[in-house]
């Protein structure tokens, strides 16, 4: 009895902890990345999967693989502002093969010292459920600089 208490405890606190920024968002698609950078003037190229970005600097050093282990310094934000995410200066390290499927393919864009802007549809970032404060259908924007491929 004792363990299901503590189950039952244990799911309420995580679905209490992992409330929506808003509960009433809705899905965002292209048309909303295209105005996004429409209103912030920013010139972006679209991959083949759907991934906008903004090189605006593309560094000099190393560029990583899809399973290269590398440090980023970051900030994530939703199309509408609301920081969910963001690294120190130093960023973190981790591995390309780890990350949603934006920042595998976003990251290998640069070379270290690499700068720019990823702007990751959800089908490449958290799809339709979401995770954590990041509703379901939304588009990702991150800062990103690559500090190194380690």
């Known amino acids: 009895m004792k363990s299901y208490l503590t189950l039952f405890i244990s ?7 992992s409330k929506k920024i808003d509960e009433h968002f809705e899905a965002q698609t292209e048309a909303d990345i295209i ?7 920013l010139n ?4 083949d999967s759907g991934l906008y970005y903004v090189i605006n600097n593309e ?7 899809s399973n290269s282990n590398v ?7 939703l199309l509408d502002g609301t920081v969910f995410d963001q690294s ?3 960023g973190i390290s981790i591995g390309l093969n780890q990350v949603i499927a934006g920042w595998t393919e976003g990251i290998q864009l640069f070379k270290e010292g690499g700068e720019g802007i990823l702007l990751i549809p959800s089908n490449l970032g958290y799809g339709s459920n979401g995770s954590g404060p990041i509703p379901g259908g939304a588009v990702l924007v991150f800062d990103i600089e690559l500090i190194s491929v380690n």
């Not at 560094?59 to 693989?65: A, L, S």
């Open 11 to 17: 799911l309420f606190l995580v679905i209490s902890c």
């Open 35 to 41: 105005q996004y950078l429409e209103d912030n003037n």
């Open 44 to 47: 972006a190229t679209r991959s």
């Open 59 to 65: 560094g000099t050093g190393e560029r990583p693989t």
């Open 71 to 77: 440090t980023v310094a970051y900030k994530g934000y």
């Open 88 to 90: 120190d200066s130093n």
